[in-house]
């Protein structure tokens, strides 16, 4: 995935949480959304499990463990096989999955082949 399209996905997801959560919790689908695929720079077919680095190194020594904790989740488990074991979680799953099917993606994908 090209930056460009990783860009606009996570927007897209983004906007979905922000929905499905009614706008809680934001800071968690901020960051999850901008680091959920930033793996398939390295492996697309297992991209979720390359982008926990990328949380590890957002955080750094952030002490803040249970914000990280809880992207992780959001991270490892976004896909459709996942299973989210927090709320944020399950909200930031099927925010990926409504931004894949929304019509801006679509129209997105189109323009930029």
Known sequence: M???KRVYHALLVYKHAKMLSKG???????????LHDEGKEVND???EIFSLIKVKK???NNPDKELEAVIKDC????RSSGTPLTVQGRIFQQADILAK???EWIKFKERIK
């Open 2 to 4: 090209s930056d460009e």
């Open 24 to 34: 809680r919790d934001l800071e968690v689908y901020k960051i999850a959304s901008l």
């Open 45 to 47: 077919e297992d991209h």
């Open 58 to 60: 957002y955080f750094g």
């Open 75 to 78: 991270v490892l488990n976004h």
């Open 101 to 103: 099917k929304d019509p």
